[in-house]
């Protein structure tokens, strides 16, 4: 169905070719590079963003299969990593050349059953280690048996050993950080001592290449966020590109006389004459509820427009008294990284809970020059 819907989110491939460089300048030249596109690439495109990076990066991660089948529909043969599989999912997994992350010994058995009905042959899965966040992974305890299990067959083969840092971006967890670092180094030590075959490792998201590419490299980092504009404090934001811009238009303009409400429940009274725009994008877009009569603003020639009222399914309603501005004109929804996090901070959440709102409906429009 083609997308006529007047809202778009710019996506601008040169500022994301630039994030990957700033990211890289912080890395060793042999570490390879992960490309993380779950969540429809944090909101933008994960297929656009697969195609224009495939040639530059080792591999792109997904969280659930779905996502990993729609990049090799696309025609994608960097390896894909999957970073949430489900025992139900082992087959297509296989059958689309996608790699799983291995996280319990259920899975593990449940893959190698699998592989050896269909007699392949060193197919390559990815062991994750539970270092602090506690969310999925094995420990210690378990590695006496993934060692005996991935000895006993020859259908798949360990092609790495990673983890998750809990609290990368929060330097006072340094020393929580440094504990899990310590942590895995010895999990997957331990684990190697075990193989046939040496697996590599990777550990660092965004954040932790910030903060700790010197003691977390690895032969392999996961950049996510970072690559759309976001570092993990001002100071990196400011040196990052801006990569995602939400516009839209303005519908119509109208005079609010005072006394007047604007929206559903009457949710804003008007204290004087004012001046109002509606916007064609709503909740159903990805706009939150919660930024609702000043919380949330746009910008419209270049001038803050607080929303005003309940923000509808598919408008909302601003500001601008004080704008020159006509039906038609553009609107600005996201301009920016900084507005984003601003709009984050307003209403108690994350940059990546906004940007991974925006709906599939809204058009994509690729900025390549």
Known sequence: ?????????????????????????????????????????????????????????????????????????????????????????????????????????NILKAFIDTASTLNLKNYPIHIKFNTGLNRLGF?????????????????VKIASVFSHIAASEDLNEHAFTLQQITTFNTLAATLTSKLPNIPFKHMLNTSGIINYANEAQFDMVRLGIGLFGFGNEDKYTKQLKNVLTLKSVISQIHTIEKGETIGYNRAFKANSTIKTATIPIGHADGISRQLHNGKGFVYINNTKAPILGNVCMDMIMVDVTNIDCFEGDEVLVYKDQFHIETLAAAIHTIPYEILTAISQRIRRLLKIC
């Open 1 to 105: 169905m083609e997308n006529n819907h007047v809202s778009v989110l710019e996506i601008d491939f040169n500022a994301i070719d630039f994030n990957l460089e700033f990211f890289k300048s912080k890395l060793k030249p042999s570490t390879n590079i992960l490309i993380v596109v779950k969540a429809f690439g944090y909101g933008s495109s994960a297929v656009e963003i697969a195609k224009h990076l495939a040639p530059k990066v080792a591999y792109f991660a997904v969280a659930y299969l779905d996502e990993g089948i729609a990049l090799r529909n696309a025609g994608i043969k960097t390896p894909i990593l999957v970073l949430h599989p489900q025992k139900v999912n082992i087959e297509k997994i296989i059958r689309f050349n996608l790699e799983p992350n291995i996280y319990s010994i």
């Open 139 to 155: 420990t210690e305890t378990s590695i006496a048996e993934i060692s005996n299990l991935v000895n006993n067959q020859t259908a």
